[in-house]
């Protein structure tokens, strides 16, 4: 076919390499490919650059394509913050982050079209691997290199775990670290849970969670632990109610359920706050939450519609500070209606996977209260991963029994 690269090889048999294949094996990949010193072009963009190729080449060739509501909405939210962000104060780089993060989604989902189930786990699966690979090779030279200070700055707080997050060379620092970490456990637990019982989702379940400990990002932390009690009472809720509709009464695990997980939910909700309200590092977030109200009281009516960009200067102005907060982040960066459109895309994704996303979601919320990153292209792969097999594939088994 049109469509199909020939590699000659020795062998004197041709390997026939799909584009699409190819396309999707190097931007899920390496979506996650940062490198801090490499900046401004960091590599990753090399393979997205490739991959976008590939699919408008595949694009050309088939002269067809079939856009899914989520798919429009990425681009939309792609091109939208593109001409937002150009019109205002910003910073190109991060321009560039978010929008072709975004991006990521409907690149993934329609290169993955035309790929099979096995394919599409295999590439995953390499994904996995690699970035265990990556973050650990990371995780090790961060911690066996601590920095006492960088950019001229002294890191106040060295005889604690700070001198450990900042001498990174994927990322700024380790709360980025922790962001993308969580995606890898609770993508391998979705994995797990729904795509294939294989015993290596649990070892990466448990190397990535071990992996976001030592990010040294409570943030991460806590998403980690909640986010995890949330799914392991969901899954005990469904088996249980399911044998109290049936038989009609209560099993023993489930009473001690009922009355320890929410009494200890509860008390960790408390310790964890108890212990951050003694936090320097928290009470910014704090008062980032109270600079929401600094935003739309000092903005013009266009800046809150739009946004004041990605510029740290900007930001400075309002906060005096980076707005890690994922409201105050997307509100500054997009504005109410940039925030709004991609917030709608985020929930028309959940609902498209019949609502199992939530497991990517809900972390990064839990994290994005301390620290956000728009830019994250890993976060929108995920996205397009679970999309794949909760939507997509289903589809394709549809069609193909209606022929």
């Known amino acids: 076919m049109i469509n199909n690269l020939i590699v000659k090889t020795k062998i004197k048999f041709p390997i026939r390499i799909n584009l699409e294949y190819l396309g999707a094996f190097l931007l899920i990949v390496f979506c996650n490919f940062w490198v801090y010193k490499a900046r401004p072009f960091i590599p990753l963009y090399y393979f997205y650059l490739v991959s976008l190729f590939l699919l408008f080449l595949s694009i050309f060739i088939k002269q067809k394509i079939n856009l899914s509501k989520c798919e429009v909405l990425s681009i939309v939210c792609s091109l939208y913050t593109f001409l937002t962000l150009l019109i205002t104060n910003t910073e190109w780089q991060y321009t560039v982050h978010m929008a072709t993060a975004i991006s990521c989604f409907v690149i993934t989902t329609l290169l993955c079209k035309f790929l099979k189930k096995k394919q599409v786990l295999s590439i995953t699966n390499f994904m996995l691997l690699l970035n265990f690979l990556y973050i650990a090779t990371e995780t090790y030279w961060r911690i066996t290199h601590p920095m006492l200070g960088r950019d001229k700055d002294i890191i106040s707080e060295n005889t604690t775990f700070y001198i450990f997050k900042t001498n990174s060379f994927i990322i700024s620092d380790s709360n980025s670290i922790g962001l993308m970490t969580i995606i890898f456990v609770f993508l391998s637990i979705y994995l797990y849970n729904y795509v294939n019982k294989s015993k290596i989702y649990i070892f990466y379940i448990i ?83 109270r600079n929401i109200f600094d935003f739309f009281s000092s903005s013009s009516i266009y800046q809150i519609i739009f946004g004041i960009g990605s510029s740290l200067d900007a930001s400075d102005k309002i906060y005096q500070r980076y707005p890690h907060n994922i409201i105050l982040t997307y509100l500054t960066w997009v504005g109410l209606l940039g925030t709004s459109v991609v917030y709608y895309f985020w929930w028309s994704i959940y609902k498209t996977t019949n609502k199992r996303s939530w497991q990517i979601f809900i972390p990064q919320i839990f994290a994005g209260i301390s620290y956000t990153m728009p830019g994250l292209h890993l976060f929108y792969v995920s996205l397009a991963i679970i999309t794949y097999f909760e939507y997509i594939l289903p589809k394709q088994k549809k069609e193909i029994k209606c022929r």
């Not at 943030?219 to 044998?243: E, M, N, Q, R, Y």
């Not at 023993?252 to 951050?276: D, G, R």
């Open 207 to 289: 190397a990535f969670t071990i992996l976001t400990i030592l990010s040294f990002s409570r943030a991460a932390w806590i998403a980690v632990f909640f986010t995890g009690l949330i799914i392991f009472s969901i899954d005990f809720l469904k088996k249980h109610l399911f044998i109290y509709l049936k038989q009609n009464k209560i099993t023993l695990k489930f009473l001690i359920f009922i009355l320890i997980v929410p009494a200890f939910a509860i008390f960790s909700l408390i310790t964890i706050f108890c212990l951050l309200f003694h936090d320097s590092s928290f009470l910014t977030k704090i008062d980032l939450a």
